[in-house]
């Protein structure tokens, strides 16, 4: 019999991890926020109610505060995740696939070709910057959840279809293909 009351009172392991924090990294806290300062940017993140994070030397500490917390490891993460943003960034790459599709950008603007009658403009929001080589969209920034949604976002516009695999995919987003009519239809006598 598994004794379920010690399962729930045992802390995250992801949560009892520190996090090393890098030369020209700075990290403050007041009250409930955190302010991540990096060569890349700044970041700012609210702790959840039940959450503690400490400095300790050249390390950040999540804890806690009753012991146990659903937003342990989670709020470890995404502090790890805001310093490694500050550092060296997050990048999302796009395929674009299909005969006549295009990207250009302009600035901070996004121009798409994806076969309609007009052509698709995305402004970048702050902190991305849109990079396009070839049939290629890269997205970076320091944000892991904006570049993500920036991303997902794009990709919406026209997300590939299953026969022929056209449209906007993630770089490396396998596409499983569907057989078509005449090979569905296609029967030897």
Known sequence: MVNTKSRLSSKSRIGRKGIQIPDG???GISGSVVKVKGPKGELTMSIPSGIAVQLQDSSVMVLAKNGKSRDHGK???QLANLIMGVT?????TLEIVGTGYRAST???ILTLN???SHQVTIHAPDGIDFTVTQNKIIVEGTSKQVVGQTAA???QFRPP???KGKGIKY???FIRKKAGKAAKGATTA
């Not at 060296?88 to 999302?92: E, H, M, R």
């Open 75 to 77: 709020t470890r993460a």
């Open 114 to 116: 994806l076969g309609f």
């Open 88 to 92: 060296q960034g997050w990048t999302k």
């Open 153 to 155: 976002n794009i990709r």
């Open 25 to 27: 990294v700075s990290v």
């Open 171 to 173: 770089e490396g987003e």
């Open 161 to 163: 279809e299953p026969y």
């Open 106 to 108: 302009d600035g901070k």
